[in-house]
């Protein structure tokens, strides 16, 4: 695709076992299905699909395709996506290469190019299956790389995005695998978070943990800062780490997403 840049140097063996941990761990054992969710193919190459699962409220409600985090799956969304449901809001959550019920492996490079035949595909399916138009996009941690690709490619077609627990310094803990060339030519582009952000003028919710040891709560705070949206907000969750987030802040975090879905859809 035309929009893509050179990402090969981040796609080294060092980096792809920390960023895709599941799909490079030998103990990983592929899920069987999705609990409670109709299950979607989307094709992102030649012999390659995407399982995604799709947990449904009504037609008539306003849907989130939803990125996920690097050490989860789509069949880790059941319990998650009765909380939406509650809250009016239909879930779609799409996997990485090599998770869940999908085929191949994950490399940045593919990660990026599969969030837009992702898009696509769920589009697809919301078109012909009636639901009603209007589509937020929402990542969470490493899903906010796809997440914020697809905005800043197709914000036109998004009523808003949803980044919690995101990345403004994409994968900068690993930087030092790469030679001082590379990490030049991969800055020299819009390939940060941050940088992307500032095109995307659709309205903007970040939530974050404030005692994230993962990705620390400045992360967010920068892609706030960074937003070009002229309706942006940002949740900061007390005492929340990377992966209590949803749990210790669960009414603000959830009142927070129903509240701009409603909003907009």
Not at 129 to 152: D, K, N, Q
Not at 220 to 248: F, P, Q
Request: glycine content about 10%; some cysteine.
């Amino acid at each position: 695709m035309s929009h893509e840049s050179d990402l090969s140097p981040l796609d080294r063996p060092e980096i792809l076992e920390t960023v895709f941990p599941l799909a490079y761990s030998p103990l990983y054992s592929q899920a069987a299905s999705f609990p409670g969710a109709s299950t979607h193919f989307i094709e992102v190459e030649a012999g390659i699909r995407i399982g995604c699962g799709f947990w449904v409220r009504g037609k008539e409600f306003p849907t989130i395709l939803y990125f996920h985090g690097n050490g989860e799956e789509v069949g880790d969304h059941e319990w998650i996506a009765q909380l939406y449901m509650q809250k009016g809001i239909n879930l779609f959550v799409a996997d990485y290469r090599g998770y869940g019920l999908s085929g191949g492996r994950p490399t940045i490079t593919n990660m990026v190019r599969d969030s837009h035949a992702i898009f696509q595909g769920f589009k697809g399916i919301i078109e012909t299956e009636g639901f009603r138009p209007g589509i937020f996009v929402m990542g969470r941690s490493l899903g906010s790389f796809s997440t914020m690709e697809i905005a800043y490619h197709h914000q036109e077609e998004l009523k808003g995005i949803i980044i919690e627990s995101g990345s403004a310094n994409n994968f900068r803990r690993l930087w030092g695998y790469l030679e001082d060339g590379e990490r030049e030519r991969l800055l020299a582009g819009n390939f940060l978070n941050k940088d992307k952000i500032r095109s995307v003028h659709i309205p903007t919710r970040i939530i974050h943990g404030e005692c994230d040891q993962i990705l620390p709560v400045q992360e967010g705070l920068e892609l706030y800062e960074s937003s070009g949206a002229r309706d942006k907000d940002i949740l900061v969750v007390a005492g929340a780490d990377h992966n209590d987030l949803m749990i210790r802040g669960q009414r603000e975090y959830f009142d927070k997403i129903e509240e701009f879905v409603k909003k907009y859809a």
